[in-house]
């Protein structure tokens, strides 16, 4: 569809767009954040900060941009993905060589207040370019070699600039945010197969390659494989972590020890208890209900995304949307797995609960996207 | 390029269906994350619970209050003191090396002591406070308090630490505590959690070490909240223990302190005990040394300088100490002799100096002989033959039976380290010992307390107890623990004629109080506290008759080692008797010269309120004993306390 469709078709203009927002989708937003501040009030001792105060600041940024973003017309989006894309490479690059080291990878750049992770950025830019691709490609030619090497290439390289920093999470994220666009807009089920085939051939290698020079994880990425498949191991080291988040999450129990009462957050036994494993918090002072609800509540957007999706009739808007709900459903399906055991501990962090401001923002600029999709939705 | 209608109608049909096989697929992990999140929270609930707790939960010990040990009139002998140290807390203090540099000029450190606390300060958390000093005087830790602006992050405090007030009076009947060691603990099937403790103290030696049980208490617990790295939050709940039992012993303090006294830097021990109810008054051993070296843990120099001694101040002479009891083991075998019938208080035995048997010759310590004596004159003379003569007739085991009967050979079972329980010989402890049959010799050689008799200091009053009451009174040395008095129990009679005993302690009268006696020197003037005894020279090498024909070398001409031991036996007052005394001076030289005369200080002392008065003694040596007395080094006598008080 061109603008001219767009206009010929009733596109709400002006200010009545906000009229057409998700607006259930922003109530389920603000709802998933507030629990997020809860916790981070409660990990704080009772205490809006460090962490609480930061965060809701940010979230409220965070509206703004969500509804500024809403504001612009998908196509627009649609025209400057290309050049997001660009952009955000070119970050990934720069964070290469003049980056800031943190936890011993590089992951951050600094450029004036804002403190940027670029690697962030990269999960809702590359989505954005792949949705463009398909859109301007000829459906016929989806499935072509050629054709479909093309987004290999776009997802492969800014995920082997995130690999090197090295910040697996991300790039795991990554690679699947961009292949569930792909699968989406239709490519063979034949290259999938074939994909997975290669992973486990990879997975193979991971392990047979260990200890010689040609491994491609670092040292520590390994021993969080061996400390996730054996926790116990090493109790007092690497699986502290693991076993501590568990205990924190089983002894919740069905309704939770009570807000600000979790024993294992409070008496800092929990790691990382206001990024990365802040869910452990939410079900040991909630429980199953609390935590459950928060299942609920992700599953909704998720909801909301693919539901706008399917209404959608502009190919653009519905891959774009198909991408953006899968990304965020892979950023908790991982982090979840990993907090409970079932995945090895990668640093990826909870949406809207973990405390981080790249994240938080590029989170809201992808709903900025959703909704501006939703908004500019011909009726 | 352009699309038809119906391209993208079949486009968007085709998205549709992957985002729902998406979609589908998303609430199928959902559903696996809800199911993982139920099992842990729902069905494994209890186990992580538990788990949380543990992380949470610390148990903490609290050590209770060591019992005191008191003497018989409630005097202390150990009690805790109050420990002053300084500690410092990494957290607290900033700058640490800045702030040691300030404490050093406050109170006196040693590159040590800084070198120390540095590397445990590095081994610790922050917020753990370290002891930098410890056993500070009163005036240091007030400096430190005065200092506290400078000095953040260092704190005065205050621990309970084992004291002997009476540093060396008690060290070998009390022993020391000293902090737990492996060996201890693989002692012990199921050692208290207390011993754990870093820096706990149990006994180690003396009634400290038997009595560990009443003295210890029971520890109390706390319940402690606990982070991650074991820093504590809050005390959940405390249980308090129970403080070890007091101990009263049943010597008395200053007469403990004036027989140790007395004995001086003599290698020897002396032990008054009481004949009626066995209450031990004085157990002493000389030299000795300071426990309270022990319990903050004695310096290498210290403790060569102890090993050095060839005088054994760490030996406890009076119950470990086995010597050869020399001629006062004569009254056993007069008993023994009496009780067989095998002579009467009147057979005479004539006594030219020397008895050949089997073409030996056994000589008695008087050249010329006693010349003709029955019981009373052979014990008072001390004659050698006339017991060689009797003893033959009894027979060994008859002997060996008595000594046992009046305590000897026989272990006295009391709360001290090393009791020895001395050889009281017969045939069947030769075969079994020597594997070799008992000979005429040998009982000639026991007869007069030689060859193989070893006795105990111990064993020496308690015999001489037993003798001057005719009952079978034993030592005791403990008089109460806690509230509890020790019950005395019923004495068993010795079960020999009245008539015999009698005759012995008659004989032992007449030692001390008759012109010609052994110890007449020693006798007490006084006719109230009348003074029996016996005394006693034990060989401790052979002499050659070379030598004897040469004449005996005197004892001052020989190394101090080579010397005989001095000993004596004695009980007052004689005609109702109340204590028995025994002194062992080791290579003292004559029993008569020089244990007799400490004996009856001894026995003196414990039957006066205070130092003996010089009325006792006989007119001529009443102003050698005031230079004595004078002389003697003891400690202010502190007033009995009716009731045991905490330090």
């Given at each position: 569809m061109s603008f001219l469709e767009y206009q010929i078709k009733t596109v709400p203009g002006g200010i009545r767009k906000i009229l057409y927002l998700n607006w259930g989708l922003v109530l389920l937003l603000v709802a998933v954040a507030s629990m997020g501040f809860l916790m981070l009030y409660s990990v704080a001792g009772g205490s809006l900060q460090p962490w609480a105060e930061p965060q809701m600041k940010r979230f409220a940024a965070g509206l703004v941009l969500m509804f500024a973003i809403a504001m612009v017309p998908i196509w627009f989006i649609r025209n400057m993905a290309g050049v997001a894309y660009g952009v955000s490479v070119l970050l990934l690059l720069a964070v290469e060589f003049f980056g800031e080291v943190g936890m011993g990878a590089q992951r951050w750049i600094d450029i004036g207040p804002l403190r940027l992770q670029p690697s962030e950025l990269m999960k809702i830019t590359l989505v954005m370019m792949l949705a463009a691709y398909y859109d301007w490609l000829d459906t016929r030619k989806t499935s072509r070699p050629l054709w479909v090497l093309i987004p290999v290439v776009l997802i492969a390289v800014p995920t082997a600039l995130v690999l090197i920093q090295p910040n697996l999470g991300t790039a795991l994220l990554l690679l699947m945010g961009g292949a569930a666009v792909m699968f989406a807009a239709g490519v063979s089920l034949w290259y999938f197969g074939a994909v997975a085939a290669l992973g486990a051939g990879a997975i193979a290698s991971l392990f047979t390659l260990r200890g010689t020079p040609w491994q491609f994880l670092h040292d520590y990425q390994y021993r969080r494989i061996d400390t996730f498949l054996?926790?116990?191991?090493?109790p007092l080291g690497a699986g502290y972590n693991i076993i501590q988040a568990q205990i924190a999450l089983g002894s919740g129990g069905w309704s939770g020890k009570g807000f600000m009462q979790g024993t294992q957050s409070r008496l800092n036994f929990l790691p990382e208890k206001h990024t990365d494993f802040i869910f452990t918090t939410l079900a040991e002072e909630f429980g199953f209900i609390g935590a459950f609800s928060l299942l609920l509540l992700y599953g909704l957007i998720i909801f909301f995304c693919l539901a706008s999706a399917i209404q959608s009739k502009d190919r653009f808007s519905q891959l774009l949307l198909i991408g953006i709900g899968c990304t965020f459903f892979f950023y908790l399906a991982v982090n979840l797995s990993m907090v409970m055991g079932m995945a090895p501990v990668v640093g990826v962090p909870l949406p809207f609960l973990s405390y981080g401001g790249s994240v938080m923002l590029v989170l809201m600029v992808a709903f900025g996207v959703v909704q501006s999709a939703h908004v500019h939705r011909p009726r | 390029m352009r699309r038809t209608a119906r391209d993208t109608e079949a486009n968007a049909r085709k998205v549709t269906r992957r985002a729902l096989f998406l979609g589908g697929a998303q609430v199928a992990f959902i559903a696996v994350l809800g199911a993982r999140m139920r099992y842990m929270q729902v069905e494994e609930a209890e186990r992580y619970r538990l788990l949380a707790e543990e992380n949470r939960i610390n148990i903490r010990l609290i050590p209770p209050t060591r019992g005191l040990i008191l003497d018989r009139r409630g005097r202390l002998i150990a009690g805790n003191e109050q420990n002053y140290r300084v500690v410092i807390t990494r957290e607290e203090t900033g700058d640490v090396e800045t702030v040691l540099a300030k404490l050093a000029e406050v109170i006196p450190l040693t590159a040590e002591m800084l070198d120390r606390t540095r590397k445990e300060m590095d081994r610790r958390s922050a917020f753990v406070p370290i002891v930098v000093a410890d056993w500070l005087r009163w005036d240091d830790l007030a400096a430190v308090a005065v200092n506290a602006p400078a000095l953040p992050g260092v704190n005065p405090e205050v621990g309970l630490s084992r004291r002997y007030p009476l540093v060396g009076d008690f060290a070998h009947v009390v022993g020391y505590v000293g902090p737990v060691s492996d060996a201890d603990l693989a002692e012990l099937e199921d050692p208290d959690p207390l011993l754990q403790i870093p820096k706990f103290q149990i006994g180690k030696i003396g009634v400290e070490r038997w009595m560990e049980a009443d003295l210890r208490g029971r520890s109390g617990t706390k319940r402690i909240e606990v982070n991650s790295v074991g820093r504590v939050m809050r005390e959940l709940d405390r249980q308090d223990g129970v403080a070890g039992a007091d101990i009263r012993l049943t010597i008395d303090a200053d007469v403990q302190n004036f027989v140790q006294a007395r004995l001086g830097e003599e290698s020897a021990a002396a032990v008054v005990m009481d004949v009626a109810n066995g209450d031990l008054i004085a157990v002493a051993s000389a030299p000795s040394f300071d426990p309270n070296l022990f319990v903050r843990g004695i310096s290498q120099t210290d403790y060569s300088a102890l090993i050095g001694n060839?005088?054994?101040?760490?030996?406890?002479?009076?119950?470990?100490g086995a010597y050869p009891p020399g001629s006062t083991f004569k009254m056993v075998t007069a008993l023994a002799a009496l009780e067989a019938g095998a002579?009467?208080?009147?057979t005479t035995v004539h006594c030219p100096g020397f008895l050949e048997f089997g073409g030996r010759r056994f000589h008695c310590w008087k050249h010329g002989g006693h010349g003709t004596v029955a019981l009373e004159a052979a014990l008072k003379g001390s004659c050698d033959v006339y017991f060689y003569d009797i003893a033959q007739r009894a027979g060994i085991d008859r002997i060996a039976e008595m000594g046992r009967r009046l305590g000897l050979g026989v272990r006295h079972d009391l709360p001290m380290s090393a009791i020895s329980e001395g050889v009281m010989p017969d045939k069947a402890w030769k075969r079994d010992r020597h594997k070799a049959e008992w000979r005429i010799g040998d009982t000639i050689n026991a007869s007069i307390g030689q060859g193989y008799v070893l006795t105990s200091p111990l064993q020496l009053a308690v015999m001489t107890a037993r003798i001057a009451s005719g009952t079978a009174v034993s030592p005791r040395l403990?008089?109460?623990?806690g509230d509890r008095e020790v019950p005395v129990g019923t004495i068993p009679p010795l079960g020999i004629a009245p008539r015999h005993l009698r005759a012995v302690q008659e004989a032992m009268v007449a030692v001390m109080?008759?012109?010609?006696?052994?110890?007449w020197a020693s006798r007490i003037a006084d006719e109230a506290m009348l003074f029996a005894g016996k005394t006693g020279t034990s060989q401790v090498r052979n002499i050659s008759a070379s030598e004897r024909a040469s004449g005996v070398i005197k004892n001052e001409q020989l190394p101090w080692n080579r010397r005989d031991h001095a000993l004596f036996v004695g009980y007052a007052p004689a005609t109702a008797p109340r204590y028995a005394v025994s002194v062992v001076v080791e290579h003292g030289g004559g029993g008569s010269a020089v244990a007799a005369p400490i004996a009856r200080d001894a026995i003196l002392r414990a039957l006066s309120d205070g130092l003996p008065p010089l009325s006792a003694y006989p007119a001529n040596q009443r102003t050698t004993i005031e230079t004595q007395q004078k002389n003697m080094k003891l400690r202010k006598p502190e007033p009995a306390a009716a009731e045991s008080s905490r330090a």
């Open positions: 054996d926790p116990t191991t090493d | 060839d005088h054994r101040p760490l030996a406890n002479k009076s119950v470990q002579i009467t208080e009147q403990v008089r109460a623990i109080n008759a012109q010609g006696g052994t110890a």
